[in-house]
Structures are given as C-alpha cells and as structure tokens.
C-alpha cells in the first residue's frame, strides 16, 4: 500500500481527533503537503466526529485521493478497520457487481469538485455486497482552492424500496421549514463554502452568515456540518 505508513489515530477504539500525522514515505515527502494535511484534518475532522452517518475525508492534493479519516459508524457499517483503509482511495469498496457507470459519476464530481449523490452497489469487508446511497461534497478554502472532500454513506436495503424514498422526502420536508435566506446559507453550505465565502456571496456580514447557520442547524436537528450537507443534497436543494 502506498501510504502504509499513516498513523493519524490513536490506539484507543473510541473515535479520537487526529493526534500525529506521518507522511507517507513516497507521495508526500514535502513539509508544505504534511501542513497541507494536517490543515485539512484540523477543518474537517469535527465535521465527522461522532455523528451516526457513516463519514469520510480524502485529501485530493495528495495522489490519488487518498482517505486520511473515518469516523467509528463507517467501521461499523462497512467492517473495516481503519488501518484498513487509511491511505488508500474509497476504491476498495467496489466489488463484482458494483455499477462502472455509477463509479464514473462518482469520479466526474469529484473532477468537477461539486457534490456528488448516487445510490450504488459496493461490498463490505468481508465480501457482503449492500446498496450504498453515497455522497461525495468538495470542501473550499478561503483562497477557493479545493481542501478536502467530505463522503457519507447510507446503506438502502434492497427489500425495503421506500426506505431511500423516506429519506428523501423527509430531507425536503426539514429544508422546507427553512426560511429563505436559510436555505440560500444551507445551499452555499452544501456547495463546499465557508462563512467567509458565504458572506461575500450572499453579501451579508460573516456574523449574520453564522447566526443564519446556527439557526438552520438547529431547525435540521444536528449540530454537524457534514450532516446538514447530507440533508440538503437528499433535498434535492
């Protein structure tokens, strides 16, 4: 594996934030691609900690787009362990069956760094193939360059249809009880931008733009950013 080296979780089982970073030995051997990194993993990672949607973050300046964290539910849903997968691109979820025209969605977004939701067939661990409703969203930094991309995974259970249309429909109704300005700050939200960005987009103040966020995270009942991008794509918004 390319980066075998990674050791960015402690040794404990509960979800930790990141502690050490060590660069893999052949695609990042620059201190200014470690602070990148690192950087990323400070932003994102309290985007995943602890939320009940099975989360990821990659790192699309390093080669390949490689995972540099995951949070306790993907373990969970998908049974591996994260000296698993850390290091290696979500890949490694495919499987005999999975759709290539589905993958290929999946990879255009990421290409175009604009958020991505496609229900597919991949494979857990230990080889049980499940329908996995994926999200892939690109997360900007203040210069607008690209930071990382946030992924989630929902599993759909092929005997239960409507379980992918509740959602979705329960998804319109939390964004329909958003007010106008809301749902733009939602939007812009779910589009990879921060309150910086948002503020110069929507031209209002950064403080307004974070009193709008706190209310409309409040109105979708989560306190995570990643969570809120989820519902806003199920949205449709």
Not at 220 to 229: D, F, M, Q, R, Y
Request: proline share 6%; net charge positive.
């Amino acid at each position: 594996m390319l980066f075998a080296s990674i050791r960015i979780w402690s040794e404990r089982p509960s979800c930790r934030r990141p502690k050490t970073l060590k660069a893999p030995p052949l695609a990042d051997r620059t201190l200014g691609r470690r602070r990148d990194v690192a950087a990323a993993l400070d932003t994102a990672w309290p985007a995943i900690d602890r939320i009940p949607i099975a989360s990821v973050i990659s790192n699309p300046r390093l080669p390949d787009n490689p995972l540099v964290a995951v949070n306790d539910a993907f373990c969970e849903l998908t049974g591996y362990r994260r000296d698993d997968v850390l290091g290696r691109n979500c890949r490694f979820l495919a499987g005999p069956t999975t759709e290539p025209w589905l993958t290929e969605t999946i990879r255009q977004g990421v290409r175009d760094k604009r958020q991505t939701l496609v229900e597919i067939r991949n494979y857990k661990r230990d080889g049980t193939p499940f329908r996995n409703a994926v999200l892939v969203a690109p997360v900007f930094g203040a210069s607008g360059a690209i930071e990382y991309f946030l992924g989630s995974q929902v599993e759909i259970h092929d005997d239960g249809p409507h379980d992918w249309s509740a959602r979705r429909h329960m998804a319109r109704q939390l964004v329909d009880a958003l007010s106008p300005r809301q749902k733009q700050v939602l939007q812009e939200i779910a589009a990879g931008y921060r309150s910086k960005e948002i503020s110069h987009h929507l031209h209002l103040s950064e403080k307004t733009v974070k009193m709008h966020r706190a209310l409309l995270l409040n109105k979708l009942g989560t306190s995570s950013t990643a969570t809120a991008i989820r519902i806003a794509v199920e949205a449709g918004l």
